[in-house]
Each structure stands twice: as C-alpha cells, then as structure tokens.
C-alpha cells in the first residue's frame, strides 16, 4: 500500500502564507497525479490543485494566483505553497495521490490514497 503524510498547517493571520507538503511511501513505482483537496466544516471536499508527473497543473479558480503546486518526483513529495490567505482559505487539506506500486508477491497494481489531512485556520 502507499501512505501519504502531510505536514504544514497551521494558524495564520489574512494575508499570510503557508507551505504545505505531502510525502509518498511504500511499494511505489510511479506516481502519476498528486493534488489537494480540502474540507471546510458543513461543505464537501473540493479540489484545489493537482499536478500530474510532466508538471501540468491545474488550480481551482478561488486559488489562481495565490497558490502554487509543485512536486520533487525523487523524493515522490508533493507541496502547495499558499500566499494571500484569507479566512475562507480555512480547511483540512487533504493530499491525494495515484499511481502504480510494484512488488514481487503481486506485481504491478493502480493505487489512489489519501493522506490524514492537515488543518489551515486563517484568522480575520
């Protein structure tokens, strides 16, 4: 199976930034698209960014300019980093991320995990 772990969140004034990430581990082979999700409380998860393994991007509108998406495929990490936060930017962020994993018992198998998520609190 492949874990994702995300690390980065936390509290932050209107305006401020943060750097989240997500590491991949286990019986990878490669990883196709690594994204964000988040989930503000009484709303459904909703995308914020993905990245696939060329580096093509795509951002929800309400983040176009604010956020930026990257990944270290070496270190199979995915981060977001966020700019300009503002109060509705408040959510636990999940990371996603699927692929292949390959092991001699079971050979080559698709895989699309989710992380534990992260809480972003942006005051006003």
């Known amino acids: 199976q492949v874990q994702l772990v995300e690390s980065g969140g936390g509290l932050v004034q209107t305006g401020g930034s943060l750097r989240l990430s997500c590491a991949a581990s286990?019986?990878?082979?490669?990883?196709?698209?690594m994204g964000w999700y988040r989930q503000a409380p009484g709303k459904q998860r909703e995308l914020v960014a993905w990245?696939?393994?060329?580096?093509?991007?795509n951002y929800a509108e309400s983040v176009k300019g604010r956020f930026t998406i990257s990944r270290d495929n070496a270190k199979n990490t995915v981060y977001l980093e966020m700019n300009s936060l503002i109060p509705e930017d408040t959510a636990v962020y999940y990371c996603?991320?699927?692929?292949?994993?390959?092991?001699?018992?079971?050979?080559?198998?698709?895989?699309?995990?989710w992380g534990q998520g992260t809480q972003v609190t942006v005051s006003s």
């Open positions: 286990g019986s990878i082979f490669s990883i196709n698209r």
């Open positions: 996603n991320g699927d692929g292949l994993t390959w092991d001699i018992a079971l050979g080559y198998r698709d895989f699309d995990s």
């Open positions: 990245i696939t393994s060329s580096d093509s991007t």
